[in-house]
């Protein structure tokens, strides 16, 4: 907000600059008082006609924190200033003022202001500015600043310099009020009452409450508790905390998900254990409530510990009940808020604990101020279309979702359609009286898809072809977690120039058609790349979802074909390392549970493959929750015996072989060959996978020979495979990968080497030639070259698989420090040591920056320390020079007879006894 206060005042009362007088006053006291300045929105300009005016004004009272409200006769009838208390009245919540945004000064003496019956006769607003706290400085009109040699009028006037200067700070110190919530909505308006239920609920109720804001899909539960949240925040010094719970069964993993938001790093047993994660997670945000509320004890009335937990769209009644929400209960600093489709009978409403709070529609006044928010300028052009606004909220029973379409079009069509000619094709649409029905009959819900689809219809009317195909897709996937990059590489293909990257200055085509989507509100933001400012994720309301695909007639088809083809690229090992792999790896498996009874098994193959991305990412209790899920699934729809049973097989031994369950592991991958050699005809590289499950389990214990033979068993089936099939060509790479990587192991390096370079075109081909496997099997190609002592062609795959690295995961990732490791190694055995130090020393700031637990970076550390010593020992560093360098001291290098026996046999060229002394 550039504006601290708006002083709201009749032209009237300032024919002798009173009120400026005052404003330079209160301005000039307030830098005394505070050492700041105060920043004022106030219009001296003779008003030449309203509308000229307005545009300037409504800036202004959006712009600014609080109102002061110069209060006279003249004041009370002008139609101007009416206007100006009533827009700013619409947006207090929205400040987070929370009934404090306005402070009245009664100027001049107003006939009859005190007398019974004076409200009731006035106008609406003034009965709500009564309420408020007020200063008396009539003295001031008459008699200006000597009215100051009076002490009641300089104990007034402090008085409100105090006042002011506490609800300022208090609003610049909300601008960085911790939390992680998402941006509310500009437009919000009124819910003041559910806003005050909310907050006796949640905040000033019994401590460990669980309050539910319950009700059907686009009725702004979200948006009320985003803005309570905002509103409110001075109440809770520990932070507001949004977690979405869509598909969770686990409040503890919902919980552990803020560790990213609190900077927290779990040990290894946490890792593996939600609930002493969510343990953490609560303790760490208690220590921090306690401290944000001692470090204001000395304020006038400082706030309580306190913080708020927001679980946004509850759909699994267990995380609201004992004894999952024991975990929340109890706590007197911590406050909850569900916002759930349930209603108490699903989850069992205990009154003791929970209050449910029900959103059912929009009040009256409060969808027709969201219409006229929308207008230009923010106001009716006049009675009559106001009048059709009101008739439009009626007709849609204040149906939010509707409203808020209905809002958005008539903004973007002003000028062209009329608030009273959109009222005409509603009504010619069949909608009326259909508001009674909804809110009578049980199905309510029947009736309100129809009233979005008949407000949808003009907005989609105004769409490019583009957008509409863009929506149907977006519509397809889960509402809460739409991947904007896939919709963006599913138009490529009907829309082609939307691949195409503007030149600089020159709109690109595929951002201006998101831009207008999200302007409409039927896309919303929900997760942005910060780093390369990219939407991710987006979310659209369920029943807009379903609104478009009745009036589009889209078929899912090609969606749910693009995403079975991402679930198989994101469960390749050696792809985790990525952010994209970790967004990606959600939003797979939140379609996943969408898809789970499609009579394709579509839900179940894409959950089944994604699992081995949740196991690369260390989710294990994610990966074992949807494998057990997508079993059920298959079993049901399939039977035992179909080929889709064995994928699921096939990833449940690959948890079982991570759980290092090897017996369990070999059995279920066992069953999944047994499956395919019967059922598999058409589609014979499904046994070609088992047979590689079964080699890499058989690997991973060791039995070497007989991985081997699975490996080749796989090959040879996959000769019989068109080569036209990409899922069959991708699977027969990853058969030479993993055979390759295994003739490395056995010494065999130059049969590794032959594997290793044939499978590399196909994964570039397949996955594109920055793909992070790609990088894996280009440095896996570097290894077996440096052994065979081919340095040339190693430097070159390891700088190849560098690249890779940087391009995908940045400057600062484990994986990139560890190539830079692996050149320097490289580089010390061509004698090429001056130019392995700066690579090392990159490597160990990148591990000292990482803030890792002890463990396996730990001794990585400690390796590339002692190789550091090494190369710059090489290069002609003196010894003292090395124990003084600030990258070594404290680092946990090994002790100097490593770094001399190292150094004194690489001085006698024995490379291979000098790297075993440095990895020991």
Request: hydrophobic content about 40%; overall charge negative; proline content about 4%.
């Amino acid at each position: 907000m550039p504006y601290d206060i708006f002083i709201s005042y009749s032209r009237l009362d300032n024919q002798n600059q009173r009120v400026t007088e005052l404003k330079e006053r209160i301005e000039a006291d307030y830098r005394t008082f505070t050492g700041e300045e105060l920043h004022c929105f106030y219009d001296i300009e003779k008003i030449h006609g309203m509308d000229d005016w307005r545009h300037r004004i409504l800036s202004g009272l959006r712009e600014s924190n609080l109102l002061l409200l110069v209060l006279s006769p003249a004041y009370l009838a002008s139609k101007y200033c009416e206007w100006e208390i009533n827009e700013y009245l619409k947006y207090e919540y929205s400040r987070a003022a929370a009934g404090q945004g306005v402070a009245p000064i009664y100027f001049v003496e107003v006939p009859g202001l005190d007398t019974p019956g004076f409200e009731q006769k006035a106008a609406a607003w003034v009965a709500r500015v009564r309420r408020r706290n007020h200063f008396d400085l009539r003295p001031w009109q008459d008699e200006g600043a000597t009215a100051l040699r009076r002490q009641d009028v300089r104990n007034r006037l402090d008085d409100l310099e105090r006042t002011l200067q506490a609800r300022i700070s208090k609003l610049r110190r909300l601008a960085a009020a911790p939390g992680n919530l998402p941006s509310h909505n500009p437009h919000f308006v009124g819910r003041e009452t559910e806003m005050q239920r909310l907050h006796e609920s949640a905040g000033l109720g019994r401590f460990g409450v669980l309050t539910a804001l319950q009700g059907m899909g686009g009725l702004g539960k979200t948006a009320i508790a985003i803005q309570y949240a905002y509103a409110y925040a001075d109440f809770y010094p520990g932070g507001r905390w949004h977690i979405g719970c869509t598909c969770e069964k686990s409040l503890a993993s919902v919980i552990r998900k803020l560790d990213v938001d609190l900077c927290i790093s779990f040990s290894e047993e946490e890792k593996r254990d939600d609930d002493r994660a969510a343990r953490r997670i609560l303790a760490e945000l208690e220590s921090r409530t306690w401290n944000a509320a001692g470090a204001r004890s000395g304020e006038k009335d400082p706030p309580a510990p306190r913080a708020l937990l927001l679980l946004d769209n509850v759909d699994f009644p267990d995380l609201l009940r004992p004894p999952q929400s024991d975990l929340v209960t109890g706590r007197h600093w911590l406050h909850v808020i569900a916002t759930t489709r349930l209603g108490g009978d699903d989850f069992g409403h205990d009154p003791e604990r929970q209050t449910l709070l029900a959103i059912d529609e929009l009040p009256s006044e409060d969808a027709v101020r969201l219409i006229e928010s929308h207008q230009p300028q923010g106001r009716f052009t006049g009675s009559e279309e106001e009048a059709a606004a009101c008739d439009i909220v009626n007709l849609l029973g204040g149906f939010t979702l509707a409203v808020e379409v209905a809002a958005i079009y008539l903004g973007e069509r002003y000028g062209q359609v009329t608030c009273k000619a959109f009222l005409e094709r509603l009504r010619t649409g069949g909608l009326a009286g259909l508001e009674e029905v909804a809110r009578s009959t049980k199905r309510a819900l029947h009736h309100r898809q129809k009233l979005v689809g008949a407000t949808l219809a003009p907005t989609l009317d105004l769409l490019a072809p583009e957008e509409i195909f863009i929506l149907s897709c977006a519509a397809c996937l889960p509402p809460d977690r739409i991947p904007i990059p896939w919709l963006r590489a599913l138009a490529v293909e009907v829309y082609p120039q939307l691949g195409e990257d503007a030149p600089v200055c020159f709109e690109d085509p595929w951002m201006s058609h998101i831009n207008h989507l999200l302007g409409t509100r039927l896309l919303q933001v929900v997760e942005i790349d910060q780093k390369q400012g990219l939407i991710l994720i987006g979310k659209m309301h369920r029943l807009v979802q379903q609104a478009i695909l009745l009036q589009t007639g889209f078929e899912n088809s090609g969606v749910v074909s693009f995403v079975r083809s991402r679930a198989m690229i994101v469960s390749l090992p050696g792809s985790w390392g990525g952010s994209q792999t970790h967004w990606e790896a959600l939003a797979v498996t939140a379609a996943a549970h969408l898809w789970l009874d499609r009579p394709d098994g579509a839900g179940v193959e894409i959950g089944a493959a994604v699992s081995r991305a949740l196991l690369g990412l260390e989710c294990v209790q994610a990966a074992e929750q949807i494998i057990e899920t997508v079993a059920i699934h298959c079993r049901k729809i399939f039977g035992p015996d179909h080929p889709l049973t064995a994928t699921c097989l096939d990833s449940y031994s690959d948890l079982l072989r991570e759980m290092g369950r090897f017996d369990e592991a070999e059995r279920a991958v066992m069953e999944a060959i047994a499956i395919d050699r019967v059922k598999s005809a058409a589609s014979p590289w499904l046994l070609a996978r088992d047979y590689n499950y079964l080699g890499l389990l058989q690997h991973v214990r060791g039995s070497l020979a007989e991985a081997e033979t699975s490996y080749l068993n796989g090959l040879r089936i996959m000769e019989e495979v068109p080569e036209n099939n990409s899922e069959a060509a991708l699977q027969k790479a990853l058969l030479r990968h993993d055979l390759a990587d295994l003739y490395r192991e056995q010494g065999r390096l130059d049969q590794s080497i032959k594997g290793l370079q044939e499978s590399i075109p196909a994964f570039e081909a397949l996955l594109g030639k920055q793909h992070l496997y790609v990088a894996t099997v280009y440095n896996n190609l570097a290894v077996a070259y440096h052994q065979v002592k081919l340095f040339d062609d190693a430097e070159q795959a390891y700088r190849k698989s560098l690249d890779i690295y940087i391009t995908t995961l940045g400057n600062n990732h484990l994986r990139v420090a560890n190539s830079l490791h692996h050149l320097s190694i490289l580089l010390m055995d061509t004698r090429r040591s001056r130019e392995a130090v700066p690579l090392l020393r990159r490597a160990i700031g990148i591990m000292k920056g990482l803030h890792r637990l002890p463990g396996r970076d730990d001794k990585l550390l400690k390796r590339m320390t002692a190789d550091f010593t090494t190369a710059s020992i090489w290069s002609g560093s003196t010894r003292s020079q090395l124990l003084n360098d600030e990258v070594i001291v404290g680092s946990g290098g090994v002790g100097l007879t490593v770094v001399e026996y190292a150094y004194a046999a690489l001085r006698a060229g024995q490379y291979g006894a000098a790297l075993k002394g440095l990895f020991e």
